[in-house]
């Protein structure tokens, strides 16, 4: 499939997990794409993975902090002038923090607010005049399936994407006359750099389940689709394959709604 040939995307958390799936995916079907990361590392093992999947040649990568108001102005400028325009964004960089809600500090609240909600509101912000003068934007943001489900220690990531949830419903109200379109993503039960301590990128090391934590409370966070692995969490490919989806033409007629990926685990 190629249903992105002659198709400029810009991609935040390029570095890793589903953001660094989402732009292998988009490349391999032709896109010309723009990968966005705070992190220089992981920037450079996604040109690796396009170099060895014979990509290279239509990816670029740059350094952004979407937490960052003027990080953001210049990284969605040079992004455009390299692209020449703009059709789809997609908003795949954030944190995941965890913490009894009675300890969470004001400044854990701020910054996972900041990365998560803020951060996704000045990228698309930016990239508006853009994508509106494509004629066929996009804008796909990530939610979470703790935005309407109940995880544990998790108050302010799902505040932050509830928060993603309801700005993308407003979104595609005020701009469908114009031609753009926006959905979000509601993934759960996915292996990522997110949900991975180890994660490469700065912004994205692993949820940090407090040490005292009632275990017993995840016990209903379990996926009933056998993934690739056996039972368990699946890949960002997983997600990577509904985003293109979103983001193309075959996505034509969605808008102002969340896809939940999580193989069944809330159902």
């Given at each position: 499939?190629?249903?992105?040939?002659?198709?400029?995307?810009?991609?935040?958390?390029?570095?890793?997990?589903?953001?660094?799936?989402?732009?292998?995916r988009i490349l391999a079907e032709g896109?010309?794409?723009?990968?966005?990361?705070?992190?220089?590392?992981?920037?450079?093992?996604?040109?690796?993975?396009?170099?060895?999947?014979?990509?290279?040649?239509?990816?670029?990568?740059?350094?952004?902090?979407?937490?960052?108001?003027?990080?953001v102005l210049a990284g969605v400028a040079?992004?455009?002038?390299?692209?020449?325009?703009?059709?789809?964004?997609?908003?795949?960089?954030?944190?995941?923090?965890?913490?009894?809600?009675?300890?969470?500090?004001?400044?854990?609240?701020?910054?996972?607010?900041?990365?998560?909600?803020?951060?996704?509101?000045?990228?698309?912000r930016e990239a508006l005049p853009e994508?509106?003068?494509?004629?066929?934007?996009?804008?796909?943001?990530?939610?979470?399936?703790?935005?309407?489900?109940?995880?544990?220690?998790?108050?302010?990531?799902?505040?932050?994407?509830?928060?993603?949830?309801?700005?993308?419903?407003?979104?595609?109200?005020?701009?469908?006359?114009?031609?753009?379109?926006?959905?979000?993503?509601?993934?759960?039960?996915?292996?990522?750099?997110?949900?991975?301590?180890?994660?490469?990128?700065?912004?994205?090391?692993?949820?940090?389940?407090?040490?005292?934590?009632?275990?017993?409370?995840?016990?209903?966070?379990?996926?009933?689709?056998?993934?690739?692995?056996?039972?368990?969490?699946?890949?960002?490919?997983?997600?990577?394959?509904?985003?293109?989806?979103?983001?193309?033409?075959?996505?034509?007629?969605?808008?102002?709604?969340?896809?939940?990926?999580?193989?069944?685990?809330?159902?």
């Open positions: 499939m190629n249903r992105f040939e002659g198709r400029r995307v810009l991609i935040t958390g390029a570095g890793s997990g589903i953001g660094q799936a989402t732009v292998r896109g010309l794409v723009v990968g966005a990361d705070v992190a220089e590392t992981g920037l450079a093992a996604t040109r690796e993975l396009a170099a060895a999947d014979g990509t290279d040649g239509r990816l670029t990568t740059l350094t952004v902090d979407i937490g960052d108001e003027a990080s040079q992004a455009v002038g390299t692209l020449g325009g703009l059709d789809a964004l997609v908003n795949a960089a954030g944190i995941l923090r965890s913490e009894h809600t009675d300890r969470t500090s004001l400044d854990l609240w701020n910054t996972i607010l900041r990365v998560n909600l803020t951060g996704t509101f000045l990228m698309t994508l509106l003068a494509s004629g066929r934007g996009v804008v796909v943001n990530f939610s979470s399936t703790s935005a309407s489900f109940a995880h544990p220690y998790m108050a302010a990531y799902a505040a932050s994407k509830g928060g993603v949830q309801s700005f993308t419903h407003s979104l595609a109200v005020e701009y469908a006359q114009q031609g753009l379109r926006a959905v979000s993503v509601a993934p759960g039960s996915i292996s990522s750099g997110m949900t991975d301590a180890s994660g490469s990128s700065g912004q994205n090391r692993g949820p940090g389940i407090p040490a005292d934590a009632d275990m017993s409370l995840f016990a209903k966070l379990s996926p009933a689709l056998r993934s690739g692995n056996g039972y368990g969490f699946a890949g960002p490919e997983a997600v990577a394959g509904v985003v293109a989806m979103l983001a193309s033409d075959d996505g034509a007629f969605v808008t102002g709604t969340e896809i939940r990926i999580d193989g069944g685990t809330h159902a």
